[in-house]
């Protein structure tokens, strides 16, 4: 229970930490704000209808935002297993009392 309760704050403070990173960075998308810094760049709608290539540069930062977010999102699933895990562990405590070392 302690593995996973020291996982759980390391994925939670780490996903607060780059949360608020991929918040400052700007690729220089006009849609981007502080509150989409969880989406990836190709879901921005364009407001023109015709195609216009994108310069190499802001493609490249933009990948590199999209590959943080993913791991964004990874971080947020491991949250998630972790957190049932935490829960199950809490769970088989409270209804077996006896002392006994993890396996």
């Known amino acids: 229970m302690f ?3 020291s996982l ?4 939670i403070l780490t996903f607060k930490f780059l949360s608020s990173y ?6 220089g998308d006009p ?6 810094y969880w989406m990836f760049s190709y ?5 023109s209808k015709e195609w216009v290539p994108e310069d190499k540069q802001l493609l490249q930062k933009k990948r590199a935002r999209n590959f943080l977010v993913f791991i964004l999102y990874l971080i947020a699933f491991g949250i ?5 895990s ?3 562990h809490l769970l088989d405590v409270i ?5 006994s070392y993890p396996v």
């Open 3 to 5: 593995t996973i309760s």
């Open 8 to 11: 759980l704050i390391l994925f």
């Open 22 to 27: 991929i918040k400052t960075i700007r690729t």
């Open 31 to 36: 849609n981007e704000t502080d509150l989409t």
């Open 43 to 47: 879901d921005f709608k364009s407001k």
């Open 80 to 84: 998630f297993l972790l957190l049932n």
């Open 86 to 88: 935490f829960t199950a």
């Open 95 to 99: 209804v077996n009392p006896e002392f």
